[in-house]
């Protein structure tokens, strides 16, 4: 497919772990049980992507996954999945895609925002004005979104600390009231705090009654 060559625009590459290893922290959120927890990882993931593809200045979303049924939903979405690379790792993956993609804008967006708002998203683009930027989770520690300047290497630093990591490379904090792109779901806490956000539609529905 011939995406054309809008500078202003961004891929993004989203990595999603395989359901039965990711979000080990929220496993209490769906009681242990092993197939309400992948359907809830999915559903994170499902919404976050259907919010980035929705996004204006969003060229195109990639997802990063070894997992055949998050590849068949992404599908499902028009969203393409590439495997992982043989190297294991989230930056390792991070990377893999974009160097696949050959994008003249990349960007990384984890794949645990259920209340992500398109407009949020679109007003931290904005924000960024060509440079290489990150935006910190709420907690100012983790990142949820990095983004190259455009032409640029994605250089991803994702991990315990990685908002510091970021910044420590050069790349510019975008702090703005974007409180959906900001409330990345580790524990139940967090799902808290996206379900009084406003959860998308698919994790709302993958959550047990008592949460809701
Ligand atoms: N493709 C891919 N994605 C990854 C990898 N490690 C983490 N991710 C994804 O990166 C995002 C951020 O990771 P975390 O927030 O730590 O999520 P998690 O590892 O599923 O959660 P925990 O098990 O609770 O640490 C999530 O969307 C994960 O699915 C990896 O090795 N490969
Ligand atoms: C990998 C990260 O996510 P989390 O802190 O949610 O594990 C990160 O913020 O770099």
């Known amino acids: 497919m011939d995406y054309g060559e809008v500078r202003d625009e961004v891929d993004l590459v989203v990595p999603v772990k395989t359901l039965d290893r990711a979000k080990t922290r929220?496993?209490?959120?769906?009681?242990?049980?092993?197939?309400?927890?992948?359907?809830?990882?999915?559903?994170?993931?499902?919404?976050?992507?259907?919010?980035?593809?929705?996004?204006?200045?969003?060229?195109?979303?990639?997802?990063?996954?070894?997992?055949?049924?998050?590849?068949?939903?992404?599908?499902?979405?028009?969203?393409?999945?590439?495997?992982?690379?043989?190297?294991?790792?989230?930056?390792?993956a991070l990377e893999h895609g974009a160097r696949t993609l050959r994008s003249s804008r990349i960007g990384a967006l984890q794949a645990d925002l259920p209340a992500l708002r398109p407009d949020e998203l679109q007003a931290a683009l904005e924000a960024a004005r060509g440079r290489r930027a990150f935006v910190p989770d709420r907690q100012g520690t983790g990142t949820t979104l990095l983004l190259a300047a455009p032409g640029g290497e994605l250089d991803p630093r994702f991990g315990v600390g990685s908002?510091?990591?970021?910044r420590l490379s050069g790349a510019v904090a975008l702090i703005g009231a974007w409180p959906s792109l900001r409330c990345d779901v580790d524990t139940e806490e967090d799902l808290r705090l996206a379900l009084a956000l406003g959860l998308g539609t698919r994790t709302a529905n993958a959550l047990p009654a008592r949460t809701t």
């Open 163 to 166: 908002a510091g990591l970021h």
């Open 26 to 92: 929220l496993t209490s959120a769906t009681g242990g049980d092993p197939v309400s927890h992948a359907a809830l990882a999915l559903a994170l993931a499902l919404d976050t992507v259907s919010a980035a593809v929705a996004t204006p200045g969003v060229r195109r979303v990639v997802t990063i996954t070894s997992d055949p049924a998050v590849a068949a939903e992404m599908a499902a979405l028009g969203v393409e999945s590439l495997p992982e690379p043989p190297q294991p790792g989230l930056n390792q």
